[in-house]
């Protein structure tokens, strides 16, 4: 083999290399991101969700604070969440 094709051989190999390693890194931290990504959207939509049950429950003098803790929790639970905070606040007075 000449020394030119094993340059080109040795530039492919790196190339190919190079390319499974932005992959691999790739699927790494992209993966992670985007579940943070939709926790905080999640989040977001939870608090929007609490505070819709505060608008409607003011009606009927009920309230469950708005906090990062709260909207986490619906965030991660959805509506699910949001009808077990409900029941906690029923309960617990």
Do not use: D
Request: hydrophobic letters at 65%; aromatic letters at 12%.
């Amino acid at each position: 083999m000449k020394w030119r094709e094993r340059l080109v051989t040795n530039i492919v190999i790196s190339f190919l290399a190079c390319i499974i390693l932005i992959v691999v890194f790739g699927k790494i931290f992209f993966v992670p991101l985007r579940r943070v990504l939709k926790l905080i959207a999640n989040s977001i939509l939870g608090g929007m969700l609490i505070y819709i049950i505060n608008f409607v429950g003011s009606l009927f003098n009920f309230h469950i604070g708005l906090n990062v803790i709260t909207s986490i929790f619906v965030g991660i639970l959805g509506i699910p969440g949001a009808v077990l905070l409900v029941v906690f606040k029923v309960i617990l007075g």
